[in-house]
């Protein structure tokens, strides 16, 4: 056809003609060849893009396992250097209905996040709003459990729902995800706060308590009471609890979480150590020292933090005016280190343990008017320097 003609072609033949390229290369050596096909590919871009690298995918790919078709197109497109917005969403929208045939596969839920981007980018909200509401209706339907490309679709559907200020609809997915994620994954505890950030905004507040409480039932039967999971969202409820001054409840469930941990272990004695502040906090002396008797009963000699545990628990039997329990605890610590001193009389470690515990003990003495008697231990634990 000679070149002159193509000025007197009707628009729809020269749509015809752009479109009978099979890849974007051929395509960008057709349109630079004359204006008229510039022009009328630039007044119908969207639809001629999307044409074209539909069928350069489908020619060039055809035989290839959908995953090397995916990724080379994707790869294909970021190459591709151009500003107008539309064109990202034409080469986006290509392979997007043989792709959403595949949905809820990780290759789809990729693609679809990618094509809402470009769509809201592009300020196309409806065709945003269309593409949300139908990729994750599919996939809320076939999946029981997401991975994190599913996940990654359902942010970038919560997205599109807060741009165009359907606020509710928002709130109602970010609730529905939180049922489709495992609670041994990260993603649970991470959307889950997510969660709670939003009723935060959207003033929700009284969603909140009832969330941390699920959130902490769940990961405490999945993953167990001592997990960090479970002990994360404990910590939660409890600052809650605080932040609204309700310092019984707090208190409460601090003790509770408490008691579910192995007294062997940091956890139980970390746990402890912040009850027991909480108590002192509150003006519950008594209760306070209930649980340093807790914990001393589970520690020994052998164990680290023995001798300050002690220290403080003799502290509080003082200070709620038992000097008689105070001496006692002191003496029984002297007595237990002794033990085991005797049964390694040349260890450094215990003879530095026996020191302390002496010293320890003899201050009880004079604090009680025993003064011979804490002469004489301090003169054993003198002997007993390293």
Same mark, same amino acid.
């Given at each position: 056809?000679?070149?002159?003609?193509?000025?007197?072609?009707?628009?729809?033949?020269?749509?015809?003609?752009?479109?009978?390229?099979?890849?974007?290369?051929?395509?960008?050596?057709?349109?630079?060849?004359?204006?008229?096909?510039?022009?009328?590919?630039?007044?119908?871009?969207?639809?001629?893009?999307?044409?074209?690298?539909?069928?350069?995918?489908?020619?060039?790919?055809?035989?290839?396992?959908?995953?090397?078709?995916?990724?080379?197109?994707?790869?294909?497109?970021?190459?591709?250097?151009?500003?107008?917005?539309?064109?990202?969403?034409?080469?986006?929208?290509?392979?997007?209905?043989?792709?959403?045939?595949?949905?809820?596969?990780?290759?789809?839920?990729?693609?679809?996040?990618?094509?809402?981007?470009?769509?809201?980018?592009?300020?196309?909200?409806?065709?945003?709003?269309?593409?949300?509401?139908?990729?994750?209706?599919?996939?809320?339907?076939?999946?029981?459990?997401?991975?994190?490309?599913?996940?990654?679709?359902?942010?970038?559907?919560?997205?599109?729902?807060?741009?165009?200020?359907?606020?509710?609809?928002?709130?109602?997915?970010?609730?529905?995800?939180?049922?489709? =994620?495992?609670? *041994?994954? +990260?993603? /649970?505890?991470? &959307?889950?706060? @997510? !969660? $709670?950030?939003?009723? #935060? %905004?959207?003033?929700?507040?009284?969603?909140?308590?009832?969330?941390?409480?699920?959130?902490?039932?769940?990961?405490?039967?999945?993953?167990?009471?001592?997990?960090?999971?479970?002990?994360?969202?404990?910590?939660?409820?409890?600052?809650?609890?605080?932040?609204?001054?309700?310092?019984?409840?707090?208190?409460?469930?601090?003790?509770?979480?408490?008691?579910? =941990?192995?007294? *062997?272990? +940091?956890? /139980?004695?970390? &746990?402890?150590? @912040? !009850? $027991?502040?909480?108590? #002192? %906090?509150?003006?519950?002396?008594?209760?306070?020292?209930?649980?340093?008797?807790?914990?001393?009963?589970?520690?020994?000699?052998?164990?680290?933090?023995?001798?300050?545990?002690?220290?403080?628990?003799?502290?509080?039997?003082?200070?709620?005016?038992?000097?008689?329990?105070?001496?006692?605890?002191?003496?029984?610590?002297?007595?237990?280190?002794?033990?085991? =001193?005797?049964?390694?009389?040349?260890?450094?470690?215990?003879?530095?343990?026996?020191?302390?515990?002496?010293?320890?003990?003899?201050?009880?003495?004079?604090?009680?008017?025993?003064?011979?008697?804490?002469?004489?231990?301090?003169?054993?634990?003198?002997?007993?320097?390293?």
């Amino acid at each position: 056809m000679a070149v002159a003609n193509l000025h007197t072609l009707d628009s729809d033949i020269l749509f015809e003609i752009l479109t009978a390229c099979d890849n974007l290369v051929t395509l960008r050596n057709l349109i630079l060849t004359h204006p008229v096909l510039y022009h009328t590919f630039n007044n119908r871009r969207r639809l001629i893009l999307r044409t074209v690298l539909r069928t350069q995918y489908h020619v060039h790919f055809l035989r290839r396992p959908h995953e090397h078709k995916f990724g080379e197109t994707h790869s294909s497109i970021l190459l591709i250097k151009t500003s107008n917005v539309i064109d990202r969403v034409a080469l986006r929208e290509a392979p997007w209905p043989e792709l959403k045939r595949l949905m809820p596969e990780v290759l789809s839920c990729k693609w679809a996040s990618w094509l809402l981007g470009s769509y809201n980018q592009a300020g196309l909200q409806d065709e945003a709003l269309l593409l949300a509401r139908e990729s994750i209706r599919i996939m809320l339907a076939k999946c029981k459990i997401l991975v994190s490309e599913q996940s990654a679709l359902a942010r970038a559907v919560i997205r599109t729902y807060t741009t165009a200020n359907l606020q509710e609809e928002a709130l109602e997915l970010d609730e529905a995800i939180l049922q489709h =994620l495992s609670p *041994r994954q +990260p993603d /649970y505890s991470v &959307w889950a706060k @997510q !969660l $709670i950030t939003t009723y #935060q %905004k959207t003033g929700h507040d009284d969603k909140i308590l009832p969330l941390q409480l699920k959130c902490w039932e769940t990961c405490k039967t999945c993953a167990g009471a001592a997990s960090d999971y479970a002990l994360d969202w404990a910590r939660s409820i409890i600052r809650g609890y605080q932040l609204k001054g309700e310092d019984a409840q707090a208190i409460a469930f601090q003790e509770t979480v408490r008691t579910l =941990l192995d007294p *062997r272990t +940091p956890q /139980y004695i970390a &746990w402890s150590r @912040q !009850l $027991i502040q909480m108590h #002192q %906090k509150s003006n519950q002396p008594a209760e306070a020292l209930a649980v340093t008797q807790s914990v001393w009963r589970h520690l020994g000699p052998e164990t680290k933090g023995y001798r300050p545990w002690t220290a403080q628990l003799s502290e509080q039997y003082d200070t709620l005016g038992r000097p008689d329990d105070a001496l006692a605890v002191v003496e029984a610590a002297w007595t237990a280190i002794g033990v085991y =001193l005797a049964r390694f009389p040349n260890d450094i470690a215990w003879k530095y343990q026996a020191r302390g515990a002496g010293l320890m003990l003899a201050k009880a003495y004079r604090r009680h008017q025993r003064i011979d008697e804490a002469i004489a231990l301090e003169v054993k634990c003198k002997a007993l320097s390293v």
